[in-house]
T-cell receptor, first 112, second 111 residues
């Protein structure tokens, strides 16, 4: 069966520091991969999606970037965090032919 | 992009009662999905209903879809404390669009 792992689960980072959140999917090949952000009391905002290695599309301009160095690995990064980057970040995947998206357990980021 | 809007924003009921939450949207859809999110956790897929379906069941869950009214409802029967969570409707599909989510309905089941 397919599983998705996301880490770290929580982190507290100072303003201006770098960020790296990692996500891997097991049990499937060539998945679509997504990064979402959920701010407190709000819905989910799609940040990035990827349909293949090295193929990244961004939905909103921001201080963050994403990379897909391997088929089942998706990384969310920032060179310099802002206070507004705080939130709950969720990695997700679906199959090329599927409609249902499956989520990781999320990463809580607090920028102080 | 299309986005659903859940109603009510918050709902508190007694254990054993039924909980109903609604989702309205504005564009045509191929399908609509419902997800649950326990506090501080990832989202869990509950059910997908296609545009040519009117009702779908899964255990204690019943989802209806009225494409003429552009609305869907999620009914949880015989609620349990473990049903306390936020519930989201999601529109769209995979690939470029991803799924778009509303702000959710926060359901609290009182023991």
């Amino acid at each position: 069966s397919q599983t998705i792992h996301q880490w770290p689960a929580t982190l507290v980072q100072p303003v201006g520091s770098p960020l790296s959140l990692e996500c891997t999917v097991e049990g499937t090949s060539n998945p679509n991969l997504y990064w979402y952000r959920q701010a407190a009391g709000r819905g989910l905002q799609l940040l990035f999606y990827s349909v293949g290695i090295g193929q990244i599309s961004s939905e909103v301009p921001q201080n963050l970037s994403a990379s897909r160095p391997q088929d089942r690995q998706f990384i969310l990064s920032s060179k310099k965090l802002l206070l507004s980057d705080s939130g709950f970040y969720l990695c997700a995947w679906d199959s090329v032919s599927g409609n249902t998206i499956y989520f990781g357990e999320g990463s809580w980021l607090t920028v102080v | 992009s299309q986005q659903g809007e859940e109603d009510p924003q918050a709902l508190s009921i007694q254990e054993g009662e039924n909980a109903t939450m609604n989702c309205s949207y504005k564009t045509s859809i191929n399908n609509l999905q419902w997800y649950r999110q326990n506090s501080g956790r990832g989202l869990v897929h509950l059910i997908l209903i296609r545009s040519n379906e009117r009702e779908k069941h899964s255990g204690r869950l019943r989802v209806t879809l009225d494409t003429s009214k552009k609305s869907s409802s999620l009914l949880i029967t015989a609620s349990r404390a473990a049903d306390t969570a936020s519930y989201f409707c999601a529109l769209g599909g995979g690939g470029a669009d991803g799924l778009t989510f509303g702000k959710g309905t926060h359901l609290i089941i009182q023991p």
